[in-house]
Nanobody, 125 residues
Framework: QVQLVESGGGSVQAGGSLRLSCAAS????????VGWFRQVPGKEREGVAA????????YYADSVKGRFTISQDNGKNTVYLQMNSLKPEDTALYYC??????????????????WGQGTQVTVSS
């Protein structure tokens, strides 16, 4: 089993920055892909970014390319999502997810077996 805990959410004005953290514990050696998703009420959960933990290859949704950066600190079993130039449309509940898979379907929620509880990000105009 793997446990994921997100932190770092909050409220910020448009153009600002936030860094989300996803701390993993448990059977972390089995994990190969960690992703960030976001969801707003009434909409489907959307894949934002993912990282292949074995080689640090990264993946991004078009809507966040150039603004968000996903990274990992293997020593701390933590994955980060640095979010810059935030827009009101980035407002959502952000979830961290992990799986033994190799990020082949990184943007699909069904591809991840472990999920955190979510952290709220609110961007005001």
């Amino acid at each position: 089993q793997v446990q994921l805990v997100e932190s770092g959410g909050g409220s910020v004005q448009a153009g600002g920055s936030l860094r989300l953290s996803c701390a993993a514990s448990g059977s972390t050696a089995s994990i190969n892909c960690v992703g960030w998703f976001r969801q707003v009420p009434g909409k489907e959960r959307e894949g934002v970014a993912a990282i292949y933990t074995g080689g640090s290859r990264t993946y991004y949704a078009d809507s966040v390319k150039g603004r968000f950066t996903i990274s990992q600190d293997n020593g701390k079993n933590t994955v980060y999502l640095q979010m810059n130039s935030l827009k009101p449309e980035d407002t959502a509940l952000y979830y961290c997810a992990a799986d033994r898979g190799f990020c082949g379907k990184w943007s699909r929620p069904f591809a991840f077996g472990y999920w955190g509880q979510g952290t709220q990000v609110t961007v005001s105009s």
